[in-house]
């Protein structure tokens, strides 16, 4: 089992829906989550970090759920530009940041 | 800040010839991360220093890859002697002390080994 996975999708949405992806991780030693975004041929970036009690950033909410061992990242009133891959990160202990093979998400018109 | 540079941008080299690829963290940063991105593996941390130190380089394929840091502001991943198999995407990403912050991407090198 891998330490983090995602589904790879793709996820075919189209503009304006909501939509949410999860990323499972196997260390419940892990301390701290991201989400990532790569967009095609380009660096990943940081989308948001994602807090224990939930944070929000615009038409972006992430999640954590400890118990289960999974985060999560949904995406409202999706856009074009929204059209990416989303890379779940997680820090295992100092510095050993664990990546995802990411999510991809493509916004249809 | 310009952000992390490495250069060159793209890299095509031919089996069994040396490639090193360079990368500039930005300033100040205390943490530089090499990694490696392919269609097949995603991205895989390669290496990583704290300080100019290399801390962690349990994710260096082979010996064929090497890694040196020899200031704050320059980093250099070498591999000697290159294979195709080591075609893929290079990032090097920093970050600063602080615990739980975020990291830097450089725009990558895409190395090409024919």
């Known amino acids: 089992r891998k330490e983090v996975e995602q589904d790879p999708g793709p996820f075919n949405v189209p503009e304006g829906a909501t939509v949410a992806f999860n990323c499972t991780y196997s260390n419940s030693a892990s301390q701290s989550f991201f989400w990532y975004r790569q967009d095609c041929r380009k660096e990943p970036k940081l989308l948001m970090s994602?807090?224990?009690?939930?944070n929000e950033d615009g038409r972006f909410t992430a999640q954590l759920n400890r118990a289960s061992q999974y985060i999560s990242l949904l995406i409202r009133d999706s856009k074009l530009s929204d059209s990416a891959t989303y890379l779940c990160v997680v820090n295992v202990r100092n510095y050993q940041l664990i990546w995802g093979a990411g999510t991809k998400l493509i916004i249809k018109p | 800040d310009a952000g992390v540079i490495q250069s060159p941008r793209h890299e095509v080299t031919e089996m069994g010839q040396e490639v090193t690829l360079r990368c500039k963290p930005i300033s100040g940063h205390d943490y530089l991360f090499w990694y490696r991105q392919t269609m097949m593996r995603g991205l895989e941390l390669l290496i990583y220093f704290n300080n100019n130190v290399p801390i962690d380089d349990s994710g260096m394929p082979e010996d064929r890859f090497s890694a040196k840091m020899p200031n704050a502001s320059f980093s250099t991943l070498k591999i000697q002697p290159s294979e195709p198999r080591d075609s893929a995407v290079y990032f090097c990403?920093?970050?600063?002390?602080?615990?739980?912050?975020?990291?830097?991407f450089g725009q990558g090198t895409r190395l090409t080994v024919v």
């Open positions: 994602v807090y224990s009690s939930g």
């Open positions: 990403a920093s970050s600063s002390e602080r615990v739980n912050t975020e990291a830097f």
